[in-house]
């Protein structure tokens, strides 16, 4: 029987957009409609746009797209748009960016999104200073030097076809640091999209200690493994990148216990970007018009979540990262309805986004946005 559930904003942490720099892959326009679509009050683009948004003039651009949308397609419904600025000028994770200017032009949080700030003391100078500021700093946490040239987590498709594997501590390694920085900083940190069994249990143990910590989990991670990628197909292809069974199971047990919240990592790619495989195909899928029924069968359906809890995930702790000023945005952003209960399938033919990036087409699923068609 089909049931309609209201909770506050959905708010999508962690989205591309692709504006400037790739339009025939994303516009701020067709992200935000699918935003819409996906049943999101609320979205945070990432920096790595090109240029990079390391200014406050690019993040008013950014802005400004969104007015021009609801003036053009007359969509007072649009979903409230956030920006994160980059840690480091540019995103080349040498030199810290002007983060108290880009605080102060309202950046949601920093982060260099796509890209590790390797450099110690480059970090450190910048959690130190977004402590000061009050603000998060969100670190994509895959340290090059341990990922090398890999592509694709060890699974019977990497051996079969000699591709060059990302080991865990990629991610664990990356982890570490950050969490060292934290400690002798006190900066609130973010992992973002976390992947690996090893890599929860960072968390964890920060958690339970007491530092200011938080991470996310995609809904790509959840619902799918490494093995079950049926072949040389780059829809599959992410970064990080899909775990094991375990990895799921501890990603997935953690949502549950509250140690992580949802986010998409909403990463559009036109088709020739895609088409090349595992070895040379881009990294990441489009996240935001399948989000609300993926976590809902994998942890509502699958794992017993429950449905309070489910959409706090979504709601209320991807929140607690904003800036406050952020998080005053969110106060005009509109509820996100849910119907559950009627059995629809994925139709990616129909997605308001620009990029079609996405493994699954024809899924079946009993959760869906009540959104505008």
């Not at 339970?208 to 049926?230: D, F, N, Q, S, W």
């Amino acid at each position: 029987m089909a049931k309609i559930l209201t909770y506050p904003g959905f708010v999508d942490v962690h989205v591309h957009f692709r504006d400037p720099g790739a339009p025939d892959a994303e516009t701020t326009a067709s992200g935000l409609a699918a935003a819409l679509r996906g049943g999101f009050a609320a979205v945070v683009t990432m920096p790595n746009t090109s240029p990079a948004c390391d200014t406050p003039q690019m993040m008013r651009r950014q802005l400004e797209r969104r007015a021009q949308w609801i003036e053009s397609a007359h969509e007072e419904r649009a979903p409230v748009l956030l920006t994160a600025a980059c840690i480091t000028k540019g995103r080349l994770g040498r030199e810290v960016a002007d983060l108290e200017a880009l605080a102060e032009a309202g950046a949601a949080f920093f982060t260099d999104d796509g890209s590790y700030v390797a450099d110690d003391r480059v970090m450190e100078e910048a959690m130190r200073r977004a402590a000061k500021l009050g603000m998060c700093v969100c670190e994509h946490a895959m340290d090059p030097k341990v990922q090398g040239g890999g592509v694709i987590r060890d699974c019977a498709l990497a051996r079969r076809l000699n591709l060059p594997v990302i080991p865990a501590a990629a991610e664990t390694v990356a982890i570490g640091r950050d969490l060292a920085i934290c400690r002798v900083t006190g900066c609130r940190l973010h992992i973002q999209h976390i992947s690996t069994a090893g890599g929860v249990e960072l968390v964890r143990g920060a958690q339970k200690e007491g530092l200011p910590v938080t991470a996310e989990a995609t809904p790509h991670h959840l619902a799918l493994t490494c093995e079950e990628i049926p072949g040389d197909d780059a829809n599959y292809k992410m970064a990080p990148p899909l775990g094991n069974a375990e990895d799921r199971a501890e990603l997935r047990k953690a949502v549950k216990d509250g140690v992580l919240m949802f986010a998409t990592d909403h990463a559009p790619h036109p088709a020739s970007r895609k088409s090349q495989g595992f070895a040379t195909g881009a990294n990441g899928i489009v996240g935001l018009e399948t989000a609300i029924p993926l976590t809902w069968t994998a942890m509502v359906e699958e794992e017993g979540m429950d449905p309070s809890a489910w959409a706090e995930a979504w709601w209320k702790m991807p929140r607690s990262i904003l800036s406050p000023a952020s998080t005053r945005m969110l106060d005009t952003a509109r509820q996100t309805v849910i119907e559950t209960g009627t059995r629809r399938v994925v139709e990616v033919a129909k997605f308001a986004s620009l990029s079609r990036n996405c493994p699954y087409d024809g899924l079946p699923a009993d959760c869906w946005p009540v959104a505008a068609e």
